[in-house]
Each structure stands twice: as C-alpha cells, then as structure tokens.
C-alpha cells in the first residue's frame, strides 16, 4: 500500500455539520479501499486567491494508504462534491 495526503477546502458558507459531514465523507470513501490515517483539521483560513467569489476556507488534511486506484477514485469523489472548492491529492515519499 502507498501513502497519501489528501488536502481540501470546503465551502465556508455550509453549516458546522455539513463541514463535518463532508470530512466522514472522504473518510468514507478513503475507508473502503485503504486505511485512514490522521486528519488535520486546520479550520478558516485565508485564500491566496478568491474561489467562487470566496476569500475564505476551511481546510483539512488527511494521510491515508491504499492502492493506487483509491486516489483517482477519490480525486472523481472529490470533483463533483457541491462542499468542496478544491482539493489536491499527494503520494507521500518514504524516507
């Protein structure tokens, strides 16, 4: 199994609960194929650049393992998400 970090930002118009849906969401899926591993939740954070007209975001991290089908797969979740403004999807180098 490889290693992953997935990074998204979630809308920060929806309500706490709908945030938190969203992150047992992509545990969800993550969980189906590999292993969850920590989540970082960073909370509101400036943009560097307004998406959808939006300044602000709240982001959150998680590292996950799983096979190399399981990011494309949540790479396609994660595209058509209403909740999610942008995500990137990293394999984590061994050292």
Same mark, same amino acid.
């Given at each position: !199994?490889?290693?992953?970090?997935? !990074? ?35 909370? !509101? ?29 949540? #790479? ?5 998400? #209403?909740?999610? !403004? ?10």
């Amino acid at each position: !199994m490889t290693k992953y970090e997935v !990074m998204f930002i979630i809308d920060p118009a929806l309500e706490d609960e709908k945030k938190d849906a969203t992150i047992e969401t992509v545990k969800e899926i993550i969980a189906a194929d590999g292993v969850v591993g920590e989540t970082d939740v960073w909370g !509101m954070r400036k943009l560097a650049y307004p998406i959808q007209k939006k300044s602000e975001g709240y982001y959150v991290v998680v590292e996950f393992e799983g096979n190399p089908t399981l990011p494309k797969e949540l #790479d396609r979740r994660l595209r058509i998400s #209403d909740n999610v !403004m942008r995500h990137i999807i990293v394999a984590k180098d061994e050292k």
